[in-house]
């Protein structure tokens, strides 16, 4: 016994483009957020004062522990480590933050521009950060504190 089956191809589309246009509606894609070009915009955005106090705070307490130097890319790895077992593999698709390489440089300069105690705290080479006026990029801007 054979069963027909009798459908309108037009309704099907029509129901189809119905259902896309609700998913874009509940799931709007955003922009890829455009990574800063600069280390001062990164470090004064939202994303940049976190990952900049908790790579102090890292520091701080490697320093404290006994460490007389240590390593700012290890630091930058372990922050990532930390977010991303926190929040898990897709959060940086998902507004999540991301730590570029070459940041690790200029993180430890802010740093040691911030803490004048943690000076030659980090082991470090010459970088493309020497060439910046780090006490002015380390100086508090309104909003953050």
Known sequence: MKTQIDFNLDA?????????????????EEPPAKEP???????HSLAGREIAGLFIKLAW???RRGFKRYSARAIVHRIRWHHDLKHGPDSVNAGGYKIANHWSAYLARFAEAREPKLTDFFTSKQSEADKIDMSKTAETRKGDQ
């Open 12 to 28: 099907i589309r029509r129901q189809r483009a119905e259902a896309n246009a609700a998913f874009d509606r509940l799931y709007p």
């Open 37 to 43: 070009r600069t280390f001062d915009a990164w470090v």
């Open 61 to 63: 307490g490697l320093k």
